[in-house]
């Protein structure tokens, strides 16, 4: 058969979605698992969700480094030797802490469970913290940082976060060569026997699983009692700022700007947030933006733009930020604001709309193919606590967006005035 290439080939608009549902359970201490059973290859993925991060460290870098350093030793393992015991098993370790949550993942066979799970609970109950290992794992971070600083995105991202929530709250907290080096091993084994060690989490297991596989679980890590996580510090979130701040870094040296621009904005319960999600999409959230055709496409000033909302346990964020040789950063920046001004002052062409919508919700079916990606929305809505539906409304929500509700939100939530912006090189 020939095909006709002038002709766009034939679609259908998705209008609807199901989502694999989640299996809960309760293990006998009342540790929450959730399953999703799914995939053809023997494979999962066991995840332990503890609600302790930066938000409840006292120095900077203590719960990133307890976690990095979990699988460093134990009671009755060097870290080689766990290092070598997990490579036998053909299985894979994550440990990663962020500003909200601290959290372990294994990737193994399903039939290598019964041999991994324990060691794991070994993990979170006996790590020893040596204090080599320590100084090892704070000389590559010493070293990555210093590299680090000689780029202008890392510069500018890291002034964004600073000047967005401030330098002591945990979303604004950075690394720096001082708090890198003022934290010690007691450190880490407070957050560790504070927030881990006996303390509850939740479980989420996806691949090939079933009752088994909750029943295992059971038996290694329902017996224990649990103590509640403790109460977190108090950092106030600030209320959405009004006042438009600019940080420059002069690099003198460097031919390059980055530029970051943005602020706080609503989070995924307010009533708005579909609209600011597609609103953002239509300005600078694909390749097919008014951002990108404006100042990629049209005048060659950057190989990519972006514009994206991101999304923390207390707060949430919209971020602008580009690469622009040096000498376009001052023109650079007023096209960013005429798009905002154009966004404000002109209805969207349904065409345009649409556009972004079908992109939308082709990028969020197109992210639900396999078991994992699948757990990881079940993950964010039951974390967060939304709405049971939240997912699977999802479609429903983005095509009910008007061009007038984008009119509307530009005007309220993507004003010039109420923009941050950070600039690392020169203008």
């Not at 324990?118 to 913290?129: C, D």
């Not at 530029?259 to 959230?285: C, Q, W």
């Not at 604001?337 to 062409?349: G, I, N, Y």
């Not at 396999?370 to 967060?384: C, G, M, Q, S, Y």
């Amino acid at each position: 058969m020939n095909l006709d290439r002038t002709q766009a080939p034939d679609f259908q608009l998705a209008h609807t979605v199901s989502l694999l549902p989640v299996q809960a359970y309760t293990l006998d201490n009342g540790v929450p698992v959730y399953t999703i059973n799914a995939g053809a290859q023997p494979i999962t993925r066991v995840e332990w969700v503890f609600e302790a991060g930066g938000w409840d460290e006292h120095l900077p870098n203590v719960s990133t480094f307890t976690l990095r350093m979990l699988n460093e030793g134990t009671q009755k393992y060097t870290g080689a030797e766990l290092a070598e015991f997990f490579d036998q098993y053909g299985s894979f370790l994550e440990l990663n802490a962020s500003s909200d949550r601290s959290t372990v993942t294994l990737y193994a066979l399903r039939k290598h469970l019964p041999v991994l799970l324990p060691r794991i609970q070994e993990l979170l109950q006996e790590a020893t913290f040596p204090e080599g290992e320590l100084e090892v794992q704070r000389n590559i971070a010493l070293q990555t940082l210093q590299v680090n600083e000689e780029k202008t995105s890392f510069l500018a991202s890291r002034g964004f976060r600073e000047s967005l929530f401030g330098k002591d709250h945990p979303y604004g907290r950075n690394q720096n060569q001082a708090n890198l080096k003022a934290f010690k091993r007691e450190d880490l084994v407070s957050f560790y026997q504070n927030h881990i060690v006996g303390h509850t989490f939740q479980v989420f297991i996806s691949g090939q699983v079933d009752e088994r596989e909750v029943a295992l679980l059971n038996e290694v890590f329902g017996q224990q009692e649990l103590l509640p996580q403790p109460k977190r510090q108090s950092f106030e979130v600030p209320a959405i700022s009004h006042d438009a701040g600019t940080v420059l870094i002069e690099l003198p040296e460097k031919t390059q700007s980055t530029i970051r621009l943005g602020r706080r904005i609503i989070n995924r319960i307010h009533p708005d947030y579909y609209k600011a999600m597609v609103t953002n999409e239509i300005f600078g959230g694909y390749f097919g933006s008014r951002l990108m055709k404006n100042i990629r496409e049209e005048k060659g000033f950057t190989y990519g733009i972006y514009s994206q909302m991101n999304n923390f346990a207390e707060a949430s964020q919209l971020v602008i930020g580009t690469d622009v040789n040096k000498e376009f950063t001052t023109q650079t920046l007023e096209e960013i604001r005429k798009e905002l001004e154009r966004l404000q002052t002109e209805l969207v062409p349904e065409d345009e709309l649409q556009t972004a919508q079908n992109y939308m919700i082709g990028q969020f079916i197109g992210s639900l193919n396999t078991p994992f990606e699948i757990a990881d929305r079940h993950k964010v809505r039951i974390l967060n606590k939304l709405p049971d539906d939240y997912h699977l409304r999802f479609i429903e929500r983005i095509r009910a967006v008007t061009p007038e509700d984008v009119l509307a939100t530009a005007q309220t939530y993507f004003q010039w005035n109420d923009l941050i912006e950070v600039v690392a090189g020169g203008k």
